[in-house]
Structures are given as structure tokens and as C-alpha cells.
Nanobody, 113 residues
């Protein structure tokens, strides 16, 4: 079983950058693909990006493509989401998820205009 803890959220102005981290416990982290999702107030949780267990295959939602990048460091049991050119519409709670089914508790990202 994998336990996930997100960090790196905060308040940033439009056009700014943040890097989110998702630290996983457990030796099985390397076996699983990982993903980031987000949920804005009053909206459903939506997919942001995913990465294969070895980092070779990534997918990004159209809404973040070219601005966000998912990557991972298996030696550190951590997956990252680099977010550039942030927009107010990116304001949400960001969650990481393991393909084993676990979710983190989320980290708040707020982008001011």
C-alpha cells in the first residue's frame, strides 16, 4: 500500500510558477503510474496529468498542456508537477493519485489575477 502526501501549494499571481510534490511511502511506489488531479470549488475533480512507473510516458490535459509538466524521481519516491504560466482558472485543490488506488490529502493552489 502507498501513502501519499502533497506539498508545494500556495498563493501566486497570474503568470507565476509553483512546483507541487507528492511524496510516497512504501517500497512499492516504483511499481505504479501516478497522476495529478484537481478540484475547483463547485466543480468535479478533473484529470491534470499522469506518468508511467518509469517516467517514460506522460499525458497532460489539454487545459494545462505546454504549461504544466509531470515528472518523477523514483529514488526519492516523489512525483512532481511543475506549473508555469499559472492562470486564475488553475485555482483548485491538487491531489496526487497512485494507480494502486490511493489518494493524497490535497494541496491548495490559489492564483490571483
Amino acid at each position: 500500500q502507498v501513502q501519499l502526501v502533497e506539498s508545494g501549494g500556495g498563493l501566486v499571481q497570474a503568470g507565476g510558477s509553483l512546483r507541487l510534490s507528492c511524496a510516497a511511502s512504501g517500497r512499492t511506489f516504483i511499481r505504479y503510474g501516478m497522476a495529478w488531479y484537481r478540484q475547483a470549488p463547485g466543480k468535479d475533480r478533473e484529470f491534470v496529468a499522469s506518468i508511467s512507473w518509469d517516467g517514460r510516458v506522460t499525458n497532460h490535459a489539454d487545459s494545462v498542456s505546454g504549461r504544466f509538466t509531470i515528472y518523477r524521481d523514483n529514488a526519492k519516491n516523489t512525483v512532481y508537477l511543475q506549473m508555469n504560466s499559472l492562470k486564475p482558472d488553475d485555482t483548485a485543490i491538487y491531489y496526487c493519485r497512485s494507480d494502486s488506488g490511493e489518494w493524497g490529502q490535497g494541496t491548495q493552489v490559489t492564483v490571483s489575477s
